[in-house]
């Protein structure tokens, strides 16, 4: 398998991060690009739930994928198996990506011949929820053995993001996880909040994910 | 039960953190106070593992808890219950603590009457691992259902901790999660950790942690 290509990117000099974010937004529209920031805390199953999506998704859409990490390139190298032009940013330790950076990795990337780009964050539950990436739609995962109480603990990336994946739900039987609990904790937050119980490894929950994101997609680039 | 006390901190002025934790460090050991800064991702169960940690060593030392979190009480207010004298520190969205804001939060919980104090540092695997707090032992929780991948794609946290606490192992079966794998990744960042396997739920493997954290903080206080 080809390497996956690495770019390093800096802090951007925006003073402004939410105006970037903005300009970066409408020229996708302008282009007809839809931008997916996908974060979580580490080990939620990101990685494992993206591959899914890009199954299901990657016969109707042009998929690329830009995956931030401090320093490894472990998950760029498992989607890239999947066939999707991949990067791997590295952020030199920073805790999330800004406007800034996104734009430098989309630029890496190149975007002409994709419909549908899928920037996974740095796996964290606080920065990355501060810096308005440009993104179309931001989601999150939550996975079952994390707990039910993250929307009290981490309220802003509830209130920032318009999707709740909540993973892991094949092992719920092993877990005091109350998902009545975690949807009302997470609407509190976000009366608007769509979420959907999943299980990325065993596929249950699935379709209804890749459906709402299918139809966003479409919506934007028509 | 008695409402925990809230403090808020504020990033600390000092432009050079690792003097300023080593002034700490010191006054700690000739005050004979231990301090332990425990930092895992969110979910990974630092909160039970605490719980457990301070029922088994209340009646040899005198234990105050500082629960660090973006705005909630939700955490403080289980530890409160053991019994311990708790403080919770609101960081203001910071997504860790440095040593100017644990020096302040140790002002506040009062150490006069304590032998071990027991920081919870916000859930991040990424930006507390950055900034020594003055402690005297740093100790991180992985848990299981994270992955056994996390030294490859965390590295600094697990290089600079000493103990590295593997918790949920009641859930193996149900997880990919390779014991041996983890420890090969951890002890490559950082061959001096000690690596302590446990279920902080089932109690199992808890007694191990437990005599090691005695043995550290006698040696300190003595």
Redesign the interface.
Known sequence: MEKVRIIEVKESIFADNDREAERIRLQLKQEKKFLLNLMS???SGKTTTLIRTIEALKDEFRIGVMEA????S??AEKIAATGVKTIQIHTG?M?HLDAGMTEQGLKELGTEDLDLVILEN??????PA?FDTGAVKNAMIL?????H??P?????IFTVCDVLIIN?I??LP??DFDLEKVREYAQMRNPNLKIFPVSAKTGEGMDDWNSWLRQQVNDWIQ
Do not use: A, T
């Open positions: 805390s580490p080990g990490d401090i320093e490894s472990v998950d330790g805790c740095v796996g964290n539950l606080v920065c501060e996975s079952v053995p994390e707990g109480d993250k009290l603990k981490y309220p802003l892991k094949d092992v092993y877990f």
